[in-house]
């Protein structure tokens, strides 16, 4: 992998990359590109051109942890947020945004900041353009914003910023647990106001993507030990009883309380592989938080 990135750096000098270890996914990685399609072409070609099997973990920003005996920590994942009770503050990186949008398309762009946590600074009539100036969140930027901002403009916004510093922020960690195993590889530092609509949305897309077992799969978001959101994915189920054309019931409810012990051993040793699609799921779109 280490000699696959390298070539590429040679064509692509906005690609960077430092080594990194998860505890779920073990050694990796820790890549940086201009965004979302940039990553998309760079997976596309390790995969076609190296032959390499890739796994794209959700992306993430680094964020400044005060803890209350008062060290300041950089962290890189969710996995390395410090438990709640040591955490006295949270920081997360801002932007400051510039944007230029016609006119008739005001409307819907301003909307989309607010929704994406952006606090208005200033705004500037230029003509038929307008310039719209926001303190954004780093993390929101990552998490769709620009193909939202083509959508909402029909493709004439466009958009320029560059980092400003780290400010406090009401955040928390959202945990995802498949089958009661928690995935730190999709673990995210999310904004705790909008930590419902994410974690529904985040457990529906995985619903979906994940293949059906022998067994159920429960797929649950949580912040600490309290469960925000889950779904479950169904398990294959034989009919035990289509090779019986009548007979006693008694006989039939033998066969099938058979089959739901057999569900339930399997349910507590099997395993789940997830596909590269769930963490794809996560890396290509963030379920938004709906606005009144």
Known sequence: MRTALNKLQLSDSALTFTSEFSPALGNGFRVGFLG???????????????????IAAAPSVSYEVLTMNSKLLTINQASALPDPSVIKEIREPMLDLSIFVPQEFIGPVIQLCQDHRGTQIHIEY?????????????????????DALKSASQGFATLDYELADYQPADLAKLDILIAGDKIDALSQIVPRAQAQYLAKGLVETLQNIIPRQNFEVPIQAAIGSHILARADVKAYRKDVLAKMSGGDQTRKDKLLKKQKKGKARMKRVGKIDLPQAAFLSILASTPRASRN
């Open 126 to 146: 230029l003509s038929k353009l307008v310039q719209l100036s926001y303190s954004l969140p780093l993390a929101e930027l990552i998490r769709g914003f620009y």
């Open 36 to 54: 979302l399609l940039h990553a998309d072409i760079v997976q596309e070609r390790l995969e076609r051109e190296f032959n390499l099997d890739v």
